[in-house]
């Protein structure tokens, strides 16, 4: 094997840790797919104090056999929030492992 196909010789191949600095980028502006498991849903659900089949059907799209988070119409995740005091999610605590 290469060391171009060794995962843990790319500068990702132990995954992509940082912090978050809260500023949004992340998720703003473009079009793309919050992917989310069963585990996740129920656990944003709690977190919103509402049932599983009121957050899916608010908040979840199926994309082929998968399930994403849905968007804003400005491609901005539907947690995304802008107020006064910067930009921050609004299920932070509770967000997907991919957030």
């Excluded at 908040?59 to 005091?85: A, M, Q, W």
Aim: hydrophobic share 30%.
């Amino acid at each position: 094997m290469t060391k171009k196909n060794n995962p843990e010789e790319n500068w990702y191949g132990m995954g992509l840790h940082f912090q978050c600095i809260q500023c949004g980028n992340c998720c703003s502006g473009v079009p793309g797919y919050v992917w989310v498991n069963s585990d996740e849903v129920e656990e944003m659900a709690k977190f919103l104090r509402i049932s599983v089949e009121d957050f899916a059907e608010q908040y979840l799209r199926k994309v082929g056999r998968r399930i994403s988070l849905i968007e804003k119409p400005n491609y901005d995740c539907i947690f995304l929030e802008h107020t006064e005091k910067g930009v921050g999610c609004r299920i932070y605590s509770a967000r997907p492992q991919q957030c």
